[in-house]
């Protein structure tokens, strides 16, 4: 099984996510010697924070491109970016150690081949995925075991989701779903007042505490977006900012529904954590070999992601 198509399928590599959270404006500090992987504007944002050239690797000429026009014309004829093309799961080997290696492609794990390309006390930033959502870890080795963990350090909502080649791992391809029924709608497991922008936390904490957990897009329902939920056959449950909404009466749909609510009530009942609350360690997939990626497992808020910065 390829468990990189993230970063070497097109159909994956092009599908956008939300950018970075604010707060990687911190962790990239002046003087660090940086790597950037995948699309975006972010290599020249990094420019400005370290002070210096950035290292930069993209998967096709366009994407070099587009990264370059990003810089303008007396940042390209600087070489502000030092950006070639490539199998973004190498990275840049012969420009390394990185004092932090950023990547801007949601991914399933992290690869092997960045961390050895890390100095140590580095950083790997990237979007993971977890039930649908992909949320922004920073990782690296906790100074006290040596062990890899990461803490969440941003989460918004998917902007779209990975058709049947995705890049969802262990888990169902998440595609459109049944039509919910309106009149099925249960709002009394919602916690109190719950306002939309708690929907990511929400979504977040049923993601980490049940693996069955994906993101789906109803048919017929394109105001909706992606959308948490929990499926069996042709029937589903999703749980929304305003209620949960089963597909029919069939009792596994409505058992279904009871798991999300048991999964509301208890996110509301544990003070509503935060997505930043969260973090994970990182380990080989289960029989691996060799191993090509460290997927985040262990998903806790009960355990401190101890990190250089």
Same mark, same amino acid.
């Given at each position: %099984?390829?468990?990189?198509?993230?970063? &070497? +399928?097109?159909?994956?590599?092009?599908?956008?996510? !939300?950018? /970075?959270?604010?707060?990687? #404006?911190?962790?990239?500090?002046?003087?660090?010697?940086?790597?950037?992987?995948?699309?975006?504007?972010?290599?020249?944002?990094?420019?400005?924070?370290?002070?210096?050239?950035?290292?930069?690797?993209?998967? *096709?000429?366009?994407?070099?491109? #587009?990264?370059?026009?990003?810089?303008?014309?007396?940042?390209?004829?600087?070489?502000?970016?030092?950006?070639?093309?490539?199998?973004?799961?190498?990275? &840049?080997?012969? !420009?390394?150690?990185?004092?932090?290696?950023?990547?801007?492609?949601?991914?399933?794990?992290?690869?092997?081949?960045?961390?050895?390309?890390?100095? =140590?006390?580095?950083?790997?930033?990237?979007?993971?995925?977890?039930?649908?959502?992909?949320?922004?870890?920073?990782?690296?080795?906790?100074?006290?075991?040596?062990?890899?963990?990461?803490?969440?350090?941003?989460?918004?909502?998917?902007?779209?989701?990975?058709? +049947?080649?995705?890049?969802?791992?262990?888990?169902?391809?998440?595609?459109?779903?049944?039509?919910?029924?309106?009149?099925?709608?249960?709002?009394?497991?919602?916690?109190?007042? %719950?306002?939309?922008?708690?929907? /990511? #936390?929400?979504? %977040?904490? =049923?993601? !980490?505490?049940?693996?069955?957990? *994906?993101?789906?897009?109803?048919?017929? %329902?394109?105001?909706?977006?992606?959308?948490?939920?929990?499926?069996?056959?042709?029937? +589903?449950?999703?749980? &929304?900012?305003?209620?949960?909404?089963?597909?029919?009466?069939?009792? !596994?749909?409505?058992?279904?529904?009871?798991?999300?609510?048991?999964?509301?009530?208890?996110?509301?009942?544990?003070?509503?954590?935060?997505?930043?609350?969260?973090?994970?360690?990182?380990?080989?997939?289960?029989?691996?070999?060799? =191993?090509?990626?460290?997927?985040?497992?262990?998903?806790?808020? =009960?355990?401190?992601?101890?990190?250089?910065?």
């Amino acid at each position: %099984m390829d468990h990189l198509p993230a970063l &070497r +399928a097109p159909e994956t590599a092009a599908r956008p996510i !939300a950018g /970075p959270p604010p707060v990687l #404006a911190g962790l990239v500090r002046p003087g660090d010697w940086a790597l950037q992987l995948g699309p975006g504007p972010v290599a020249s944002q990094m420019v400005r924070w370290t002070g210096q050239t950035v290292v930069s690797l993209q998967r *096709t000429a366009a994407d070099v491109e #587009a990264v370059r026009a990003a810089l303008g014309p007396a940042g390209r004829n600087a070489g502000l970016v030092d950006v070639e093309a490539g199998d973004l799961y190498d990275g &840049r080997p012969e !420009a390394g150690p990185y004092d932090v290696i950023v990547v801007t492609t949601a991914v399933t794990g992290l690869s092997l081949r960045w961390l050895d390309q890390l100095r =140590a006390g580095g950083v790997i930033v990237a979007p993971v995925t977890l039930g649908g959502l992909h949320p922004w870890i920073v990782a690296g080795r906790d100074p006290r075991d040596g062990r890899l963990c990461g803490r969440v350090i941003g989460c918004d909502l998917p902007a779209a989701l990975p058709t +049947a080649g995705g890049i969802l791992y262990n888990q169902p391809p998440a595609l459109p779903g049944a039509r919910p029924a309106p009149e099925l709608r249960q709002t009394s497991a919602l916690p109190h007042r %719950m306002t939309p922008d708690q929907y /990511p #936390a929400l979504w %977040m904490f =049923a993601a !980490a505490t049940d693996d069955t957990i *994906t993101g789906v897009v109803p048919d017929g %329902m394109p105001t909706w977006g992606p959308t948490c939920a929990l499926t069996t056959g042709d029937s +589903a449950a999703y749980l &929304r900012p305003d209620g949960i909404w089963p597909t029919d009466t069939n009792p !596994a749909t409505e058992t279904l529904a009871h798991c999300l609510a048991d999964l509301a009530l208890e996110w509301g009942g544990r003070l509503r954590p935060d997505v930043t609350d969260w973090t994970c360690r990182l380990d080989q997939i289960p029989g691996e070999d060799p =191993a090509v990626l460290v997927i985040p497992t262990g998903w806790s808020m =009960a355990r401190p992601a101890i990190l250089p910065r």
